[in-house]
């Protein structure tokens, strides 16, 4: 079994600002995707580095071509089974959190059996195991929110995340992050200010 900090599920926009953002603060994640992980650049204002660089960082681990099928949780952490898409591949990972970024129809969020509420997730996840971007706020159709809020999520959890690696309680960080960027969901997605999401982004 492998072992790794943080699993992170999905390598769209927000799973990639997330591994680099936790990179950058020394921690080390797993990133897995069923597809080929393509990171393109984020519009200016978002991100304080470049997407592509994730294949270059040093903590940060990608698993193209492989898929999140379960996972179960524990005090002490989350095992996690992840299936090569192409080929009979499995592997288990044993990480400390496990982060939900795959997207509006997260599996992650449905194995927690979390229920969305006006497009917005009623808890941003459970124990060790969180939802972040789309997975926790799924965008509506035309609207332009949803990549500056995912990113804002990432910033913010991986700063909690950093803090959380020297023994934080774990029920501590999720309530902090939740509390957080649940409310700037909230906002945004009833017509807030837009310039909101980008001013939280380093919380
Ligand atoms: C047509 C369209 C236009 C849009 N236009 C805009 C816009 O102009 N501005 C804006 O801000 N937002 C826009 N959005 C929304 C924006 O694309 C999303 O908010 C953003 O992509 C969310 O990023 P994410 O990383 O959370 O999820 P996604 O980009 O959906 O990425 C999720 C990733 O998770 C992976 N995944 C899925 N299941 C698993 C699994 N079981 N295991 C591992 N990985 C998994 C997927 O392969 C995918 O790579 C648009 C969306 C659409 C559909």
Known sequence: MIETPVLIA??????LTL???LSRQGVRSILADPGEIMPVDLPDGLAHFTLADVRTEPRVSLR????LFGFERFADGVTAHLMQVRGEGQQQVRAGY????DGAGSLVRNFLDIDLEDEI????GRGRVI???DAAHPTPPASLDGLALGVADAHCLAGHLAEGMDGANPSTLLESYQIDRR???RQIRAG???DLFIRSRDH
């Open 10 to 15: 999905g390598g769209g926009p927000v799973g």
């Open 19 to 21: 591994a680099l953002a």
């Open 64 to 67: 193209p071509g492989w898929r």
């Open 98 to 101: 496990l982060v939900g970024c």
């Open 121 to 124: 997730a009623v808890a941003f």
């Open 131 to 133: 939802l972040a971007g």
């Open 183 to 185: 409310a700037v969901a």
């Open 192 to 194: 807030a200010d837009p």
